[in-house]
């Protein structure tokens, strides 16, 4: 057992970053991993922390390794948002924690998961404390890509690139991690598209795996204009209801620790001069549920891609395993799809789901891109 074991499909980032934690003259003090959704980074970020913090640098087993990667280890700092933004607040309060001496482990390492969140502004602060670290400081920054972060950020970074794991190696973590049936894990894997997180979430929860076959049925279901905004209004109702169901525990259990700090029972009129923090706690949550709801809206539309995508291989007749082509259901789908249109509407349909995304990271109105993308999706003459 190594802290290695999880980060699945990324054998030469793996060399890399575990080699600088064997030696140090392989070691920098800023890093910047990058790789698309679900491949891992925040789950090699970890890792490689645990790596830095162990003696044997990284058995997995000791102490420094398993806190580290629980996050409960002293030295260090995780940050990820579910909002929109990292806030230069948060930012300000890191520098504070690099300049600290490590209290146990080796290093300070300080991983900031959402690094692509950070607005110019923000990034801006992080800049010389990138640039000029104190030695026992580990900064490990994630993104999608590097064109995700500042040219003055990146450049200060030693990059580390993560890949799409295969299907296949995805679905052999699940089964060790979740012990779910090969067969299920190897779907939801394929389903996900090797996104390691939904890949388990599919997996184990059959509800999971309802919903997003009703969202691919969505496309068969068109036929019309009428069809097209009736279910662009189920994707945000489905949207704004998973969001709410995500969110609600958590933000009342914030709220009611929020009021015991402040001394007030709940139920009490809040004295004028608190009211301010409890604003402020809304209004972040209103922006976490905003977030949520985009990110559940774009996985739809990345399903909706991936059974155009299977209709597409099917119309074409090419030789390529299908994403949804081991669930009888979502099968049937793709083949009435390809049955019933050419391969340049499905290109098309693919098109306008790409606009439809941009869109939405635009901030237009969720149900007025749904409702554009939809009718797109709709049969042509």
């Excluded at 409702?371 to 709709?378: D, K, N, S």
């Amino acid at each position: 057992m190594t802290v290695w074991d999880d980060v699945v499909g990324q054998e030469s980032a793996v060399e890399v970053l575990a080699a600088a934690a064997r030696d140090p003259r392989a070691m920098t003090h800023a890093w910047l991993v990058t790789g698309p959704p679900g491949s891992g980074r925040s789950v090699a970020a970890r890792a490689f922390a645990a790596a830095l913090q162990c003696p044997d640098a990284g058995c997995g087993t000791c102490h420094q390794c398993t806190t580290t990667l629980a996050g409960t280890h002293p030295d260090l700092t995780v940050v990820a948002t579910d909002q929109v933004t990292i806030r230069i607040d948060e930012v300000r309060d890191l520098i504070g924690t690099a300049a600290r001496t490590p209290s146990l482990g080796r290093f300070r390492v300080i991983v900031v998961e959402d690094a692509d969140r950070m607005l110019e502004r923000t990034t801006n602060v992080l800049l010389k404390a990138i640039e000029e670290p104190p030695a026992h400081t580990v900064w490990v920054l994630c993104a999608p890509s590097p064109q995700d972060v500042l040219p003055t950020i990146r450049s200060r970074c030693r990059a580390v690139a993560l890949r799409v794991p295969p299907a296949e190696a995805v679905a052999e973590l699940v089964v060790r991690r979740d012990g779910v049936d090969p067969a299920v894990a190897l779907a939801a894997a394929r389903a996900a598209q090797s996104h390691v997180g939904l890949a388990r979430r599919l997996a184990r929860a059959p509800e999971a795996r309802r919903r997003r076959s009703e969202v691919l049925d969505v496309a068969r279901r068109i036929r019309g204009v009428g069809d097209a905004v009736l279910a662009a209004g189920e994707l945000a109702d489905v949207a704004k209801a998973e969001a709410a169901a995500s969110t609600t525990e958590r933000d009342a259990a914030e709220k009611a620790e929020l009021l015991r700090a402040l001394g007030v029972t709940e139920g009490e009129t809040l004295p004028p001069r608190l009211r301010s923090q409890l604003k402020q706690l809304e209004d972040d949550q209103k922006r976490r549920a905003k977030r949520r709801e985009r990110d559940v809206l774009d996985r739809a539309m990345v399903d909706l891609l991936s059974l155009y995508r299977d209709v597409l291989v099917l119309q074409l007749g090419a030789d390529v395993d299908l994403v949804n082509g081991l669930d009888a259901a979502d099968l049937a789908v793709a083949r009435s799809l390809a049955g019933d249109s050419t391969p340049e509407q499905t290109v098309r349909r693919m098109d306008a789901i790409g606009v439809a995304r941009e869109r939405l990271e635009g901030n237009v109105a969720p149900l007025l891109a749904l409702e554009a993308m939809a009718i797109a999706l709709r049969p042509q003459g």
